[in-house]
């Protein structure tokens, strides 16, 4: 999705590919351990009741490399062997496009079968999704402004800057939705907050696609439409 966000807001398809590269090699390494400590460590420090909640790093570790290793491993090696044997026209112009759908077919199809199991409990339960939902707001919103404002301090551009906000506004909500799933079951309260996260998602980076490309007029006096937003400046334009 972080992909998606970029090219609406005329980032850097360069910088979002090494990103989303890097941040999946992260996951897969320190996605266990967070889950852990989120799970286990940080409840017993704030007082929390964690009686009945029994998950190991084991169990995330294999969910996660289950469902992110193996696409990432697979996905490697089709360029590889694509590039090898057909050239890397004929993989990226009549490969790609073909199988590339497919993966938002599946999270769809996901999605809804969550949403048929899960309706029940978002309609009877809306202070529970409300509880779930305030918290991500926040977090898409301020993760989304530091990014934006930590490019710009940086000197980075606007479209680098941009690629920044994105990748830090994403949580990449296809891997918490499937390690939900494979740790809690489908029906769990883990799998519901898993669900209300790109309810929450999608609207509210919809939005802040169209606060980014007012930013890159506002804030870096830049056409984001622009070849090189990089080092277009709206103020050298007579």
Same mark, same amino acid.
């Given at each position: 999705?972080?992909?998606?966000?970029?090219?609406?807001?005329?980032?850097?398809?360069?910088?979002?590919?090494?990103?989303?590269?890097?941040?999946?090699?992260? *996951?897969?390494?320190?996605?266990?351990?967070?889950?852990?400590?989120?799970?286990?460590?940080?409840?017993?420090?704030?007082?929390?009741?964690? *009686?009945?909640?029994?998950?190991?790093?084991?169990?995330?570790?294999?969910?996660?490399?289950?469902?992110?290793?193996?696409?990432?491993?697979?996905?490697?090696?089709?360029?590889?062997?694509?590039?090898?044997?057909?050239?890397?026209?004929?993989?990226?112009?009549?490969?790609?496009?073909?199988?590339?759908?497919?993966?938002?077919?599946?999270?769809?199809?996901?999605?809804?079968?969550?949403?048929?199991? *899960?309706?029940?409990?978002?309609?009877?339960? !809306?202070?529970?999704?409300?509880?779930?939902?305030?918290?991500?707001?926040?977090?898409?919103?301020?993760?989304?402004?530091?990014?934006?404002?930590?490019?710009?301090?940086?000197?980075?551009?606007?479209?680098?800057?941009?690629?920044?906000?994105?990748?830090?506004?994403?949580?990449?909500?296809?891997?918490?939705?499937?390690?939900?799933?494979?740790?809690?079951?489908?029906?769990?309260? *883990?799998?519901?907050?898993?669900?209300?996260?790109?309810?929450?998602?999608? !609207?509210?980076?919809?939005?802040?696609?169209?606060?980014?490309?007012?930013?890159?007029?506002?804030?870096?006096?830049?056409?984001?439409?622009?070849?090189?937003?990089?080092?277009?400046?709206?103020?050298?334009?007579?």
């Amino acid at each position: 999705m972080v992909v998606i966000w970029n090219d609406l807001a005329c980032g850097e398809r360069e910088a979002t590919a090494v990103l989303v590269a890097i941040n999946s090699i992260f *996951q897969v390494v320190a996605f266990s351990l967070l889950g852990w400590f989120y799970l286990t460590v940080l409840p017993g420090w704030l007082g929390l009741d964690t *009686q009945g909640l029994e998950v190991s790093v084991g169990q995330i570790a294999l969910n996660v490399l289950v469902f992110l290793g193996v696409p990432l491993i697979a996905g490697f090696a089709s360029r590889w062997i694509g590039e090898k044997r057909r050239g890397r026209d004929w993989y990226e112009n009549r490969f790609l496009p073909r199988v590339g759908p497919w993966a938002l077919y599946g999270l769809l199809f996901t999605i809804v079968l969550l949403f048929a199991l *899960q309706g029940e409990a978002i309609t009877s339960s !809306p202070f529970d999704v409300a509880r779930i939902a305030l918290p991500l707001l926040v977090y898409f919103a301020l993760m989304w402004f530091v990014g934006l404002l930590l490019g710009k301090g940086l000197g980075l551009g606007y479209a680098r800057s941009t690629t920044l906000a994105f990748t830090a506004a994403g949580n990449n909500f296809e891997l918490a939705i499937a390690v939900a799933i494979g740790t809690f079951g489908a029906a769990s309260g *883990q799998a519901l907050a898993g669900v209300v996260g790109p309810l929450i998602e999608v !609207p509210v980076l919809v939005g802040l696609v169209y606060v980014s490309l007012w930013a890159a007029r506002a804030w870096f006096h830049t056409d984001p439409y622009a070849p090189d937003t990089a080092t277009t400046d709206l103020r050298r334009t007579p």
